[in-house]
């Protein structure tokens, strides 16, 4: 093979077909045989990515063009999932920016694209989903040269190549009108002609920053990264140092990975340019350099960005506990946290001074979602608080300062008034309002992340569902001081047993129901929501009395409203810090923290009196 390679990251938001075009590649560049079969979205590998539709993990994969490997690094679209974004984009020498021809460029599209452009990345634009009915190309060609300009983009890569496309259809053209729509041909033509060919001086000691992590039951720690210099070699001794060039270990070579396809295969050496996954450190992590032992320097780095967001994630204590979970103690939980925070870097956990249980912070509501949802499935029974921000004090001035979010809203004009309503009382700032055609207005606010807890629900319920609402991370600021929670209280189940539908009839009018008849309720467990600002002890066991006096006609038959069944994140946004979320793997249930009435009643005294 040749030693010709390139280095790539695709960046698009969540859902703009980022991975259907990777397919696409994948398929178009003999990387499959014809009979071979292939998942469709082959990249969103576990089954949660699957499930949503998003790119969670960072992945590489690579294909062979006219005698030229082409690597393809895959990034998350998500905003919770940033902080793997920027570290990509240090191992290539090139961006594919994809962008929906409806949607046009979106804040996490922004995000990135403005590191990408920074680091003097030469951007080649490809413009996706022409076959939907509200495309608009042109319009989108347009936002995106807007966006280049805003982020300062030099005259280089203000004059980028766009191509239209279809990724699911395998299609992509350089003139929209004339060109014949047969294969993804111009778009590896445009990679050739508009990505530098990766360079590295094979001469000098081996050097390479780490740049993603992942944990390996059978390898253990596998670091990924672009070899900066020199050449690597299975058994060859090496070191690791953090940023600032401290040596943390000293180990060898064992393992070798470079990526072929979809498939890591086992190499014996590989040279600088060429992107490789390494085993045999236990210490390193992301942002650390791995080096000959003769190598002194590190390479420079960007450190870590610091999570904004945090769940206390204890045993569960419920009367229920056990029943469909294997997985219950606090040494199981512990054990399966650390083993996280080991493979993934925007995770941190702590114990804290509670028996049982410890702090995890991440950077976001999703991110920590998707945790739970994967512990879960794996026979973890969890129970889990309201998530929180992670206040700092200013370095100046010791002030309280909080985590800001840079919010950008897609609505229908007669939605518009009731989304600026809410979210300005959600301390909200109001920055730009324009519109974008279609009926539609674009608006972007600057919100404190506490006050966007919980809030999405809200937003798609007073939008009826067409809005479209798309969050990043923007800077550390000034307390806002007190933001309103939930303004309803709740419906608490006073006993335990499996609920009565005459009981929950008679509940109705009392506000909304979160469980049917013949569900397992307990004690201290939320059953619904209550219609007035207070919580109230209600009944669900009740069942009808019977006599021996026959009724003239037939008893009414009992006609329930289907209850509300919340997601782990609708759960996890509803609930109040006295509130917890019981995960199981088979359920979701709230509950009060205190599921003792007497308990709660002291609690709520103790509160009143601070």
């Not at 570290?87 to 460029?105: F, T, Y």
């Not at 966006?147 to 980028?160: H, N, V």
């Amino acid at each position: 093979m040749s030693g010709r390679i390139r280095n790539l990251a695709i960046i698009a938001h969540v859902d703009h077909g980022k991975t259907t075009l990777v397919d696409s590649m994948l398929r178009q560049s003999g990387t499959f045989r014809e009979n071979q079969h292939m998942a469709e979205r082959a990249m969103d590998s576990n089954d949660l990515e699957r499930e949503r539709g998003i790119t969670i993990l960072a992945k590489c994969t690579s294909v062979e063009w006219k005698g030229e490997r082409i690597n393809i690094v895959d990034t998350p679209g998500h905003a919770d999932f940033g902080g793997e974004v920027e570290r990509i984009l240090s191992m290539v020498d090139g961006v594919l920016l994809l962008v929906d021809a409806a949607e046009g460029p979106m804040p996490q599209t922004k995000f990135v694209t403005m590191k990408a452009l920074r680091r003097g990345l030469q951007p080649i634009v490809v413009v996706n989903k022409i076959d939907k009915s509200d495309a608009r190309p042109f319009w989108v060609q347009d936002a995106v040269f807007d966006l280049f300009s805003a982020l300062d983009a030099d005259e280089e890569q203000l004059d980028f190549p766009t191509l239209f496309a279809s990724g699911r259809d395998g299609w992509a053209v350089d003139d929209l009108e004339n060109d014949p729509r047969e294969n993804l041909a111009p778009l590896f033509d445009a990679i050739a002609r508009r990505v530098p060919l990766a360079e590295g001086d094979q001469t000098k000691p081996f050097k390479l920053l780490a740049t993603t992590l992942e944990y390996d039951p059978y390898l253990g720690r596998i670091l990924t990264g672009r070899i900066a210099e020199g050449v690597a070699r299975v058994n060859m001794p090496l070191h690791a140092m953090t940023r600032d060039g401290k040596v943390i270990e000293q180990s060898r070579l064992t393992k070798l990975l470079a990526f072929r396809g979809l498939r890591r295969e086992a190499v014996e050496e590989a040279r600088a340019g060429d992107i490789v996954a390494i085993a045999g450190l236990e210490k390193p992590t992301v942002a650390d350099t791995l080096a000959d032992p003769s190598v002194t320097e590190a390479i420079p780095s960007q450190p870590i960005d610091p999570p904004t967001l945090a769940m206390t994630f204890s045993i569960n204590d419920s009367p229920y506990a056990g029943r469909e979970g294997d997985k219950v103690t606090s040494r199981m939980i512990r054990a399966r946290l650390l083993r996280e925070a080991e493979g993934n870097v925007a995770i941190r956990v702590t114990e804290t001074g509670e028996k049982d249980s410890f702090e995890v912070a991440g950077r976001g509501e999703l991110q920590l979602g998707v945790l739970i949802e994967t512990m879960r499935r794996e026979g973890y029974e969890l129970s889990i608080s309201r998530p929180r921000v992670l206040f700092r004090n200013d370095p100046q001035t010791g002030d309280r300062q909080e985590p800001y979010e840079e919010v950008q809203v897609d609505v229908d004009e007669e939605y518009s008034g009731v989304v600026v309503d809410k979210i300005s009382q959600r301390k909200g700032e109001l920055l730009e309002m324009k519109p974008s055609g279609g009926g539609k207005l674009r608006l972007a606010f600057q919100v404190p992340a506490r006050g966007l807890i919980g809030y999405h629900g809200e937003f798609l319920t007073d939008t009826r569902g067409t809005g479209i609402m798309a969050r990043v991370f923007s800077h550390y600021g000034p307390y806002k001081g007190q933001i309103a929670g939930r303004r309803v209280g709740v419906l608490i189940s006073n006993g335990q047993g499996s609920s009565v539908a005459y009981a929950l009839w008679n509940l109705e009018e009392r506000g909304q129901l979160f469980v049917g008849a013949g569900e397992p309720v307990y004690g201290g467990m939320i059953i619904g929501e209550h219609s007035r600002g207070n919580d109230l002890e209600v009944n669900p066991l009740k069942a009808k009395k019977l006599t021996n006096v026959r009724a003239s006609g037939k008893d009414d038959n009992v006609l329930l409203t289907p209850p509300r069944r919340m997601s782990l994140e609708q759960a996890l946004s509803y609930v109040e810090e006295d509130e917890l979320v019981e995960v199981t793997p088979k359920s979701i249930r709230l509950r009060k923290r205190y599921l003792d009435p007497h308990e709660r009643k002291k609690e709520s005294r103790l509160k009143d009196a601070v």
